[in-house]
């Protein structure tokens, strides 16, 4: 099965060269390396599950690959909204700054990924090969729920200006309405809504909030089915690992319902493009216990109303972490809302 963060940050990465060619000119190459090296190492992960590797070795390599996707989707995230901010008035002046900035970012980046890939070297595929080695090994379906938690290595220069977004989406979260609601983010693309959406899902002040969570990137090519089973293995749904597949889609959300209809639980849902989506996933998040939330990103405020009427959609402000450079601090609106 292809790991789950490693793949999203492929994907990301190849649609941000197609569609933002414009903002990542001067730095696209580099950004493509990043796009194919980090391919390389999803390769390797889907040789390794395999032959079911779950060496502690193996593990740390894992988390080290998850970890290095991360940080490269958020740093060019982040570059690409600001590139964008910059087409405006003052800022265009901060735009060879930028450039600098993610330069040095990828090539930290790229050193990271050198030293993976010679550790890879080292561990060896034969390892993968040894059942016998002593190490203890881990279940399929632990791995892959460990796996796909979001890094909680965010880099801080990347977030500097999302606290008050995080103060606000916080207090949204811990509230205790007796009904399931949603809690939105919306905004364009590269705005940082992924990015905020995984700091709040790592964020010590939900640590004890809920008794189950999952993190799904849901993506322009819905795939439901992929979607439902994601959310299964997440919260620790009981089901049949090899029966799963074999599941209709509404007999997964019925389990999902009748699973989550007495806990307290979390579940994000990156990336929402249409209505239809909300249509079809909504049946599977009951009520639950009291405080029960989905969080939602999408680019479209349509959406994120239409799957909650009653709550407002949070809209981020861009990131300004070069106005503090630069001494300044001027008023205007924030690109990218209303």
Excluded at 223 to 235: A, F, G, P, Y
Excluded at 250 to 276: A, P, Q, S, T
């Amino acid at each position: 099965m292809v790991e789950h963060a490693v793949s999203t940050a492929v994907t990301r990465l190849t649609t941000w060269l197609i569609e933002e060619a414009v903002l990542l000119k001067g730095v696209s190459e580099k950004v493509q390396h990043l796009r194919d090296k980090l391919s390389w190492m999803q390769g390797f992960l889907q040789d390794a599950d395999a032959v079911q590797e779950r060496s502690v070795r193996f593990q740390t390599l894992v988390s080290q690959i998850r970890e290095v996707a991360f940080d490269a989707e958020v740093a060019i995230e982040s570059y690409i909204s600001k590139q964008a901010a910059a087409r405006r008035s003052w800022r265009k002046v901060l735009k060879p700054i930028y450039r600098r900035r993610i330069r040095k970012k990828i090539e930290k980046i790229q050193a990271r990924m050198e030293k993976i890939s010679k550790d890879k070297e080292i561990f060896g595929t034969a390892s993968m090969n040894n059942q016998e080695g002593g190490e203890a090994l881990i279940s399929k379906n632990e791995m892959l729920r460990w796996w796909r938690q979001p890094s909680p290595n965010i880099q801080e220069d990347d977030l500097i200006d999302l606290v008050e977004d995080t103060e606000a989406l916080i207090t949204q979260l811990c509230t205790m309405e007796r009904s399931r609601s949603v809690v939105s983010i919306v905004g364009m693309g590269g705005l940082g809504k992924t990015t905020l959406a995984k700091k709040l899902y790592n964020h010590p002040d939900l640590g004890n909030q809920f008794h189950c969570r999952s993190f799904v990137y849901v993506s322009q090519e819905f795939n439901r089915r992929e979607i439902l089973q994601r959310i299964i293995k997440d919260v620790g749904c009981p089901h049949n690992r090899d029966g799963l597949g074999k599941l209709e889609e509404e007999m997964m959300v019925e389990m999902l319902h009748m699973f989550l209809k007495d806990r307290r639980y979390l579940v994000v849902l990156d990336d929402i493009w249409k209505k239809e989506v909300w249509d079809g996933l909504q049946a599977a998040f009951p009520s639950g216990e009291m405080g029960s939330k989905v969080m939602v990103t999408t680019r479209f405020r349509d959406v994120a109303v239409y799957a909650d009427p009653r709550s407002t959609p949070h809209e981020p402000r861009m990131l300004t972490e070069d106005r503090r450079e630069l001494g300044t601090c001027p008023q205007e609106s924030t690109p990218g809302s209303g």
